[in-house]
T-cell receptor, first 113, second 114 residues
Framework: EPEVTQTPSHQVTQMGQEVILRCVPISNHLYFYWYRQILGQKVEFLVS????????KSEIFDDQFSVERPDGSNFTLKIRSTKLEDSAMYFC???????????FGPGTRLTVT | GESVGLHLPTLSVQEGDNSIINCAYS??????FIWYKQESGKGPQFIIDIRSNMDKRQGQRVTVLLNKTVKHLSLQIAATQPGDSAVYFC?????????????FGKGTTLSVSS
Protein backbone atom coordinates (compact mmCIF):
# COMPACT_ATOMS: atom_id res chain seq x y z
CA GLU A 1 0.00 0.00 0.00
CA PRO A 2 1.40 3.46 -0.85
CA GLU A 3 2.45 5.57 2.09
CA VAL A 4 3.66 9.02 3.02
CA THR A 5 7.19 9.07 4.37
CA GLN A 6 8.88 11.71 6.52
CA THR A 7 12.45 12.43 7.52
CA PRO A 8 13.95 12.75 10.02
CA SER A 9 11.89 10.88 12.58
CA HIS A 10 13.33 13.06 15.34
CA GLN A 11 15.03 16.43 15.06
CA VAL A 12 16.64 18.24 17.96
CA THR A 13 17.60 21.86 17.43
CA GLN A 14 18.53 24.90 19.42
CA MET A 15 16.25 27.88 19.71
CA GLY A 16 16.80 30.32 16.86
CA GLN A 17 18.07 27.71 14.44
CA GLU A 18 16.46 26.90 11.12
CA VAL A 19 15.02 23.44 10.52
CA ILE A 20 13.71 21.74 7.41
CA LEU A 21 11.32 18.84 7.75
CA ARG A 22 10.98 16.61 4.74
CA CYS A 23 8.10 14.59 3.35
CA VAL A 24 7.58 12.37 0.35
CA PRO A 25 3.84 12.31 -0.39
CA ILE A 26 2.08 9.52 -2.25
CA SER A 27 3.20 9.78 -5.84
CA ASN A 28 -0.06 10.52 -7.66
CA HIS A 29 -1.48 12.83 -5.02
CA LEU A 30 -2.02 16.50 -5.77
CA TYR A 31 -2.72 18.11 -2.39
CA PHE A 32 -0.16 18.27 0.37
CA TYR A 33 -0.47 19.34 3.98
CA TRP A 34 1.45 19.98 7.13
CA TYR A 35 -0.13 19.51 10.53
CA ARG A 36 1.39 19.68 13.97
CA GLN A 37 0.53 18.07 17.29
CA ILE A 38 1.87 19.42 20.54
CA LEU A 39 2.33 16.61 23.04
CA GLY A 40 -0.99 15.45 24.44
CA GLN A 41 -3.05 17.83 22.33
CA LYS A 42 -5.09 17.58 19.17
CA VAL A 43 -3.73 17.69 15.66
CA GLU A 44 -3.69 21.24 14.24
CA PHE A 45 -3.68 22.26 10.59
CA LEU A 46 -0.77 24.41 9.44
CA VAL A 47 -0.87 24.69 5.66
CA SER A 48 -2.09 23.10 2.46
CA UNK A 49 -0.34 23.19 -0.89
CA UNK A 50 -1.71 22.60 -4.35
CA UNK A 51 -0.46 23.33 -7.82
CA UNK A 52 2.83 24.66 -6.47
CA UNK A 53 1.33 27.23 -4.17
CA UNK A 54 -0.20 27.56 -0.74
CA UNK A 55 -3.95 27.08 -0.97
CA UNK A 56 -4.83 27.52 2.69
CA LYS A 57 -2.99 28.29 5.91
CA SER A 58 -3.85 28.65 9.57
CA GLU A 59 -2.94 31.45 11.94
CA ILE A 60 -0.18 29.24 13.31
CA PHE A 61 1.59 29.38 9.94
CA ASP A 62 3.24 32.75 10.35
CA ASP A 63 6.23 34.30 8.57
CA GLN A 64 8.60 31.91 10.32
CA PHE A 65 7.16 29.03 8.33
CA SER A 66 7.49 28.24 4.65
CA VAL A 67 6.77 25.28 2.43
CA GLU A 68 8.27 24.15 -0.79
CA ARG A 69 8.02 21.38 -3.32
CA PRO A 70 11.54 21.56 -4.69
CA ASP A 71 11.18 18.62 -7.05
CA GLY A 72 8.54 16.16 -8.15
CA SER A 73 8.64 14.08 -5.01
CA ASN A 74 9.63 16.06 -1.91
CA PHE A 75 7.51 18.46 0.11
CA THR A 76 9.29 20.45 2.82
CA LEU A 77 8.39 22.57 5.81
CA LYS A 78 10.97 25.14 6.89
CA ILE A 79 10.93 26.92 10.23
CA ARG A 80 13.26 29.87 9.94
CA SER A 81 14.05 30.60 13.56
CA THR A 82 12.72 27.97 15.91
CA LYS A 83 11.13 28.79 19.23
CA LEU A 84 10.63 26.55 22.24
CA GLU A 85 6.89 26.42 21.51
CA ASP A 86 7.59 24.94 18.07
CA SER A 87 8.39 21.65 19.81
CA ALA A 88 5.79 19.21 18.52
CA MET A 89 5.14 16.31 16.19
CA TYR A 90 4.85 17.52 12.61
CA PHE A 91 2.78 15.41 10.26
CA CYS A 92 2.76 15.59 6.50
CA UNK A 93 -0.35 14.40 4.67
CA UNK A 94 -1.33 14.03 1.06
CA UNK A 95 -4.60 13.66 -0.75
CA UNK A 96 -5.60 12.49 -4.18
CA UNK A 97 -8.89 12.78 -5.94
CA UNK A 98 -9.70 9.09 -6.03
CA UNK A 99 -10.93 9.24 -2.44
CA UNK A 100 -11.42 11.87 0.22
CA UNK A 101 -8.91 10.31 2.54
CA UNK A 102 -5.89 12.30 3.62
CA UNK A 103 -2.99 9.93 4.19
CA PHE A 104 -0.67 10.88 7.03
CA GLY A 105 3.00 10.21 7.39
CA PRO A 106 4.53 8.87 10.61
CA GLY A 107 5.59 12.34 11.73
CA THR A 108 8.78 14.14 12.72
CA ARG A 109 9.27 14.90 16.37
CA LEU A 110 10.83 18.34 16.64
CA THR A 111 12.46 19.22 19.94
CA VAL A 112 13.64 22.80 20.39
CA THR A 113 16.01 23.35 23.30
CA GLY B 1 -18.91 -1.49 28.92
CA GLU B 2 -19.70 1.41 26.66
CA SER B 3 -19.95 5.11 27.05
CA VAL B 4 -22.40 7.48 25.42
CA GLY B 5 -23.09 11.16 25.64
CA LEU B 6 -20.45 13.78 26.15
CA HIS B 7 -16.87 13.60 24.96
CA LEU B 8 -14.60 11.76 27.35
CA PRO B 9 -10.82 12.11 27.17
CA THR B 10 -10.35 8.47 28.14
CA LEU B 11 -12.37 5.28 27.80
CA SER B 12 -11.47 1.94 29.31
CA VAL B 13 -13.20 -1.22 28.17
CA GLN B 14 -12.80 -4.96 28.44
CA GLU B 15 -11.88 -7.01 25.40
CA GLY B 16 -15.03 -8.08 23.59
CA ASP B 17 -17.12 -5.15 24.80
CA ASN B 18 -18.56 -2.56 22.44
CA SER B 19 -17.03 0.92 22.62
CA ILE B 20 -18.64 4.23 21.79
CA ILE B 21 -16.47 7.29 21.33
CA ASN B 22 -18.13 10.67 21.03
CA CYS B 23 -17.15 13.90 19.37
CA ALA B 24 -18.72 17.34 19.14
CA TYR B 25 -17.76 19.11 15.95
CA SER B 26 -17.44 22.83 15.63
CA UNK B 27 -18.86 24.06 12.34
CA UNK B 28 -22.47 23.49 11.29
CA UNK B 29 -21.36 24.09 7.68
CA UNK B 30 -19.00 21.10 7.70
CA UNK B 31 -20.14 18.41 5.32
CA UNK B 32 -17.58 15.65 5.63
CA PHE B 33 -16.40 13.89 8.77
CA ILE B 34 -13.70 11.36 9.43
CA TRP B 35 -12.55 9.25 12.34
CA TYR B 36 -8.82 8.71 12.72
CA LYS B 37 -6.94 6.29 14.95
CA GLN B 38 -3.55 7.28 16.27
CA GLU B 39 -1.28 4.73 17.85
CA SER B 40 1.63 5.81 19.98
CA GLY B 41 4.42 7.36 17.92
CA LYS B 42 2.50 7.14 14.65
CA GLY B 43 0.50 9.41 12.40
CA PRO B 44 -3.30 9.43 12.27
CA GLN B 45 -4.76 6.50 10.38
CA PHE B 46 -8.09 6.72 8.57
CA ILE B 47 -10.85 4.52 10.00
CA ILE B 48 -14.14 5.58 8.50
CA ASP B 49 -15.82 8.65 7.03
CA ILE B 50 -19.31 9.98 6.54
CA ARG B 51 -20.87 12.76 4.50
CA SER B 52 -23.43 15.14 5.93
CA ASN B 53 -26.22 13.69 3.78
CA MET B 54 -26.01 10.47 5.78
CA ASP B 55 -26.63 9.75 9.45
CA LYS B 56 -25.02 6.33 9.68
CA ARG B 57 -22.26 4.44 7.93
CA GLN B 58 -20.89 1.02 8.71
CA GLY B 59 -17.51 -0.50 8.14
CA GLN B 60 -15.84 -3.60 9.39
CA ARG B 61 -16.56 -3.64 13.17
CA VAL B 62 -16.98 0.13 13.14
CA THR B 63 -20.00 2.35 12.72
CA VAL B 64 -20.12 6.12 12.54
CA LEU B 65 -23.24 8.03 13.52
CA LEU B 66 -23.85 11.66 12.65
CA ASN B 67 -26.35 13.92 14.37
CA LYS B 68 -26.29 17.25 12.59
CA THR B 69 -28.95 18.75 14.84
CA VAL B 70 -26.60 18.75 17.82
CA LYS B 71 -23.33 18.62 15.82
CA HIS B 72 -22.41 15.27 17.26
CA LEU B 73 -20.43 12.42 15.81
CA SER B 74 -19.86 9.02 17.35
CA LEU B 75 -17.73 6.01 16.57
CA GLN B 76 -18.90 2.60 17.63
CA ILE B 77 -16.42 -0.25 17.74
CA ALA B 78 -17.90 -3.72 18.06
CA ALA B 79 -16.13 -6.49 19.95
CA THR B 80 -13.25 -4.25 20.96
CA GLN B 81 -9.82 -5.85 20.78
CA PRO B 82 -6.51 -4.96 22.48
CA GLY B 83 -5.23 -3.79 19.09
CA ASP B 84 -7.91 -1.10 19.13
CA SER B 85 -6.11 0.66 21.98
CA ALA B 86 -5.15 4.09 20.63
CA VAL B 87 -6.20 7.72 20.59
CA TYR B 88 -9.22 8.38 18.39
CA PHE B 89 -9.86 11.75 16.77
CA CYS B 90 -12.79 13.00 14.80
CA UNK B 91 -12.14 15.51 12.03
CA UNK B 92 -14.37 17.71 9.88
CA UNK B 93 -13.99 19.60 6.65
CA UNK B 94 -15.88 22.45 5.07
CA UNK B 95 -17.86 21.85 1.92
CA UNK B 96 -17.18 22.46 -1.71
CA UNK B 97 -13.42 22.43 -1.50
CA UNK B 98 -11.49 19.43 -2.64
CA UNK B 99 -8.44 18.96 -0.51
CA UNK B 100 -9.53 21.36 2.20
CA UNK B 101 -7.92 21.25 5.64
CA UNK B 102 -9.03 18.83 8.30
CA UNK B 103 -10.15 20.32 11.60
CA PHE B 104 -9.49 17.83 14.35
CA GLY B 105 -11.45 17.47 17.55
CA LYS B 106 -10.14 16.49 20.94
CA GLY B 107 -8.95 12.92 21.12
CA THR B 108 -10.24 10.06 23.20
CA THR B 109 -7.75 7.53 24.50
CA LEU B 110 -9.24 4.04 24.30
CA SER B 111 -7.68 1.42 26.55
CA VAL B 112 -8.69 -2.18 26.03
CA SER B 113 -7.84 -4.71 28.70
CA SER B 114 -7.93 -8.45 28.12
Amino acid sequence: EPEVTQTPSHQVTQMGQEVILRCVPISNHLYFYWYRQILGQKVEFLVSFYNNEISEKSEIFDDQFSVERPDGSNFTLKIRSTKLEDSAMYFCASFGLSSYEQYFGPGTRLTVT
Amino acid sequence: GESVGLHLPTLSVQEGDNSIINCAYSNSASDYFIWYKQESGKGPQFIIDIRSNMDKRQGQRVTVLLNKTVKHLSLQIAATQPGDSAVYFCAETLPNQAGTALIFGKGTTLSVSS
